[in-house]
């Protein structure tokens, strides 16, 4: 089993491992941080996430940014918890679904645009299949584990890649519920005492408030940056050199009014000068992976070149050549 790293769980539910990167913003410096020091150069910033936290999984080849008012220690005071934990698939042991057998399952499930198996306690209404660069994931809400007197808010995303499962949570304190949106809790003294735990008739209606943007205080504000940091995750191409050759547009060796381009993580099929299709790509070991409107195709890279492109289409291996588009 991989020596394994947690960088913060609220909930110990696996055995967690990662090689990272975390980058912050220095606020003693003088600099600012849109400035690059080792050029001098100033960088435009697009947006606030420009700003962000950068973290960098090394062994699960991603990376994800979050607002500095967001801690992955649980001993710091904030709103908001964010825990990122990975392993490879081949040692999964965990509880709650959270095992091989499982992982194998899901993993071809998402590939097929499928929701899979469900892990953890998700609640029902909250499951959808998100789409990340190409990538499926499962992602879901957990409002409580185990008993009726369990009162948790967490959002998670749970996906695969370089083969490792990745599960990002974001966390928000009990408290804030209670105190934003006590009309969707109740009591049950028998069980509970005097405290304060869901009202499960009104779960669902909960979750569609804050989807649709309804709610407010720190519970609708720990539902919408979940998404804006999910929106930052980006996947780490370790085979760069194919990943850059492979840009721009190539025209086909049998038929010269079929165009495909790679522009970034895009790539696009022409014909005629007519788009026809459009997905993700990623590059890991010489295997090119596309998704389209949730349909992956997979080709082998037999040759990349600056003139030319010879690809294998998988699992026919019909090979597919291509010149480079001056």
Known sequence: MKKTLVLFLVVVFLATGCTTKKQENNNDSNLSPEVDINNGSAKAIEDETDLWIYYENEEAEFSIKYPHNISMDIEDQVDFYLSITNQDVESLEGTMGYNKETAEKNVKSLENGEYGEGVDFPLEVSKKVREIMGVNAQEFMVLGRFEICDLRLERKLYFFNNDQQIVIT?????????????????????????????????????????????????????????????????????????????????????????????????????????????????????????????????????????????????????????????
Not at 195 to 224: A, H, V
Not at 232 to 247: K, M, P, V, Y
Request: charged share 30%; hydrophobic share 30%; aromatic share 12%.
């Open 170 to 326: 974001l966390i928000v304190a009990k408290d804030n519920i209670i105190s934003d949106h006590p009309e969707y809790l109740t009591v049950n003294e028998d069980n509970c005492g005097k405290d304060m735990i869901w009202d499960f008739e009104k779960q669902d209606q909960f979750y569609q408030n804050l989807e649709e943007g309804n709610l407010s205080g720190l519970t609708q504000e720990w539902f919408d940056v979940f998404d804006e940091i999910v929106d930052t995750i980006e996947f780490i191409d370790n085979s760069s050199s194919e990943f850059s050759l492979i840009q721009g547009k190539w025209s086909s060796v049998g038929d010269n009014d079929s165009i495909i381009e790679f522009d970034g993580d895009a790539k696009v099929d022409y014909y005629r000068d007519q788009k026809l299709l459009e997905g993700k790509f990623k590059i890991t070991d010489n295997l090119l992976t596309v998704t389209i409107d949730g349909d992956t195709y997979k080709y082998t890279i037999l040759n990349v070149s600056d003139s030319d492109l010879s690809l294998s289409y998988l699992p026919r291996g019909n090979t597919l050549d291509y010149k480079r588009v001056e």
